[in-house]
């Protein structure tokens, strides 16, 4: 029990780490004045490490093992942090980055070996209780990261905002110096509790435990390449899709709540509206999958539900339209527990290198926001939200029909459980 405990603290903080980067978007967008574009390079200097580090973590790992790997991971999340300082110092947007940047090798680090030490932490039957909850962990941190530090970063930021036009050039950057250094101690503590938590994985009672060899069996004869199972092809677009439409819901909200004339007060915890929305669909999906609703079906009625919600926030403005926005991540809730099992299947030998390939994936998280971004920019904040639609009928296609291209194993032979969600 008291090793399943740490590994939960762990995934709170995965949550809370995060989505606090969808604070820093409209925080940074006017500490730095950017544009929609540039505010939401944020995401992918934060989620293109995942691209960039899947395979490195992996060979890591393998040298490290698992307990001292996510030390490292803790570790390296730390120092991404303490780069905050001389960022927000010199009000360096770039620094800022590279400091997302190394947060997000850290995180991806400790994603990779946590996810299958939950997983091994105890017999395999019992795998997905285990994973359900770690979620549960996750989801409630998401919901708290963002809400504290928009207390934090964003107090004030609508009334400095409006003021700035009216100022000469010396008081204006004096006065975004001053917003910039307002994140400065939230990251020290952030840094130092990281480093302080990487010390105590190490030196605590959580066993060192080995990874299961890879299966030798593959889900066919003939099977040489990891590119003839187009059903995990098509997963890994599937996922790389709706990494990116849960990241634009999360990370975009505050700043349309504000262009909608809601005030920065109230927008600010509009984030923890999304992700509170999509901690009750993981609830849901705990009790409803497999009991009463297949890992299939689930999926489907996400990607329908993704698309309803997505037209109605196109269609209506003000507080309903942001509601909307806030309902996705009840839509999203599912599909990562969903597209994964069915991208994994039957592929036995090639299973290890078909997760790695997902966990790649991760970085739709780092390039979608900026096709929204820059459809903001050109058009409105509010249009941008069309680039949602296709997204989630591509996840619909691969729900209905993309999860069964070139396998015949019978949907009913799925295992019930999957890593947890980034």
Request: proline share 5%; with cysteine.
């Amino acid at each position: 029990m008291r090793p399943l405990i740490i590994i939960g603290f762990l995934f709170f903080v995965f949550g809370f780490v995060t989505w606090m980067s969808s604070v820093l978007v409209p925080y940074l967008q006017i500490a730095c004045e950017l544009d929609q574009f540039e505010s939401q390079l944020v995401a992918f200097a934060f989620y293109i490490s995942y691209f960039v580090m899947a395979v490195p973590s992996g060979y890591l790992l393998k040298k490290s093992g698992l307990k001292n790997g996510m030390a490292i991971g803790l570790l390296v999340m730390a120092l991404g942090a303490f780069i905050f300082i001389p960022a927000a110092q010199n009000r360096q947007y770039l620094l800022f980055l590279i400091g997302l940047f190394v947060q997000g090798t850290g995180l991806a680090i400790l994603q990779t070996a946590s996810n299958p030490y939950v997983t091994i932490l105890g017999p395999m039957e019992s795998a997905a209780k285990r994973i359900s909850v770690m979620g549960i962990c996750n989801g409630i941190a998401g919901i708290l990261g963002p809400a504290v530090l928009g207390v934090v970063l964003l107090d004030g930021v609508e009334e400095l905002a409006s003021s700035l036009t009216n100022m000469a050039s010396a008081s204006k950057a004096a006065a975004l110096d001053v917003l910039a250094q307002k994140v400065i101690l939230p990251y020290i503590i952030i840094g130092i509790a990281l480093f302080a938590l990487a010390v105590f994985i190490i030196k605590s009672s959580l066993p060192e435990i080995s990874e299961p060899e890879e299966s030798t069996e593959t889900s066919g004869p003939g099977m040489t390449s990891i590119w003839q199972f187009p059903h995990l092809i098509l997963g890994v677009l599937t996922l790389f899709l709706y990494t990116g439409v849960e990241v634009i819901a999360g990370n975009t909200i505050i700043g349309y709540a504000t262009f909608q004339g809601i005030p920065m007060s109230s927008a600010r915890f509009f984030t923890s509206f999304t992700l509170t929305s999509m901690l009750a669909g993981y609830l849901i999906g705990i009790f409803a999958i497999p009991r009463w609703c297949s890992q299939e079906n689930a999926l489907k009625i996400s990607a329908v539900s993704g698309i309803i919600f997505s037209i109605a926030a196109l269609l209506s403005v003000g507080w309903l339209s942001v509601f909307f926005i806030a309902l996705l991540g009840l839509a999203n809730a599912l599909m990562w527990p969903s597209i994964w099992p069915l991208a994994i299947r039957g592929l036995g030998s090639f299973t290890n290198t078909g997760s790695a390939m997902l966990v790649m994936a991760i970085a739709g998280g780092a390039v979608l926001p900026l096709v929204y971004g820059k459809l903001a920019d050109l058009y409105s904040p509010h249009t941008g939200y069309l680039i949602l639609i296709p997204c989630y009928l591509f996840i619909l296609y691969y729900a209905v029909s993309g999860h069964q291209a070139g396998t015949r194993i019978k949907p009913e032979a799925l295992a019930p459980s999957s890593p947890s969600t980034p």
